[in-house]
């Protein structure tokens, strides 16, 4: 049982309202979920919604956000963009142009002198702050880099190999560029500022997983940070409904054997590290992963992997076996679990 305060907002004048939520474990049913109101008020309308580690909450009608008191994500019951900064979609071709005329700046300078890397990176500051706006900004991310077709169960509407391009121009820029960029796409992840309720709100899901520095685990800060940012992916991955989930299978089903297998791996990386987390804690197995959200929601998005994998047939069984799980006496902590379940 987790005991916490989540904070409320009421679309109406009132002050905010502090709520007390018990939140059960990921295992139990989720009818047990409860929120208990800290104030003396009269009984408020109840309306029904769900977080990124499966567990339902009840919140007032009035609200129309709340922070998930486990992964800290503020969730908009109600579209929220004008907070988000304003700018149009982005392509390809306008992230080479801005680009180009950086680095013409830069020639420019070298052809008087030596630039240092200060210099340098106040050159790129136009396509630092264009990727602010672009991956801090739902509005703008989701609908960059369209491919010219409307987003269906069949196809995102995302030009993926821009996206691919994308990466591979900004990943060649100086540092405070790619800070920029990750940076927002951490704020965009812990408020998308909209609700996530159809295929065409998800689109920015894409592109994000498409990022190759979350592969990349050079030093303990840096898987921290990247594990932090899947977390809040695959969290809200995991909790969509089933229509955006079967565009998703249809939409990974496209991906050729070496993209479907990068994901694979991506996920693969996450839950390994989850686990190897669990078996260093305290606590005894299985206790020490069966409450961990975060893996549950990679399994979650492995399964969405597995299904469009059936699909097109791209990558052996083999692929989704994680060889962590053979460190844990996997059998045997199910037969406890169920034990305990009745």
């Known amino acids: 049982m987790i005991d916490c305060t989540s904070t409320f907002e009421s679309s109406s004048s009132s002050p905010i309202t502090k709520a007390r939520?018990?939140?059960t474990e990921p295992s139990t049913s989720l009818s047990n979920t409860t929120l208990m109101a800290d104030t003396t008020s009269a009984p408020l309308s109840l309306a029904?919604?769900?977080?990124?580690?499966?567990?339902?909450?009840?919140?007032?009608?009035?609200?129309?956000?709340?922070?998930?008191?486990?992964c800290?994500?503020?969730?908009?019951?109600?579209?929220?963009?004008?907070?988000?900064?304003?700018?149009?979609?982005?392509?390809?071709?306008?992230?080479?142009?801005?680009?180009?005329e950086c680095r013409l700046k830069e020639k420019a300078k070298k052809v008087k002198g030596t630039v240092d890397e200060k210099e340098r990176e106040r050159l790129y500051e136009p396509v630092e702050r264009l990727v602010d706006v672009l991956f801090g900004s739902w509005i703008c991310l989701n609908q960059s880099f369209g491919n010219g077709k409307e987003t269906t169960l069949q196809d995102s509407g995302v030009a993926m190999e821009d996206v691919r391009d994308a990466y591979s121009i900004l990943l060649n820029l100086p540092v405070n560029v790619i800070r920029a960029m990750m940076t927002a796409t951490d704020r965009l992840?812990?408020?998308?500022?909209?609700?996530?309720?159809?295929?065409?709100?998800?689109?920015?899901?894409?592109?994000?997983?498409?990022?190759?520095?979350?592969?990349?685990h050079n030093f303990p800060a840096e898987t921290k940070y990247h594990h932090s940012l899947l977390k809040r992916v695959f969290g809200m991955l995991s909790c969509l409904d089933n229509t955006c989930h079967q565009a998703l299978v249809?939409?990974?089903?496209?991906?050729?054997?070496?993209?479907?297998?990068?994901?694979?791996?991506?996920?693969?990386?996450?839950?390994?590290?989850?686990?190897?987390r669990a078996r260093r804690s305290k606590l005894e197995m299985p206790a020490a992963y069966e409450s961990d959200?975060?893996?549950?929601?990679?399994?979650?998005?492995?399964a969405l992997l597995f299904r469009a994998n059936h699909k097109s047939k791209n990558l052996a069984l083999c692929e989704f076996y994680n060889t962590m799980v053979d460190y844990i006496h996997l059998m045997g902590d199910y037969g406890s679990w169920q034990s305990r379940s009745g």
């Open 250 to 276: 249809n939409w990974f089903a496209k991906s050729n054997t070496t993209q479907l297998s990068t994901l694979v791996n991506l996920v693969q990386a996450f839950v390994s590290h989850r686990i190897t």
């Open 21 to 23: 939520i018990r939140l």
């Open 189 to 216: 992840l812990k408020r998308p500022c909209v609700p996530l309720s159809r295929p065409s709100d998800i689109k920015f899901f894409l592109m994000i997983l498409e990022n190759p520095l979350l592969t990349q």
């Open 293 to 302: 959200w975060k893996i549950a929601s990679a399994a979650r998005v492995m």
């Open 48 to 70: 029904d919604g769900e977080m990124a580690y499966d567990n339902e909450l009840r919140y007032p009608q009035a609200v129309w956000r709340f922070r998930c008191p486990v």
């Open 72 to 100: 800290d994500t503020i969730n908009d019951l109600k579209p929220r963009l004008r907070s988000q900064k304003t700018q149009s979609p982005i392509s390809l071709r306008q992230l080479k142009r801005i680009v180009y």
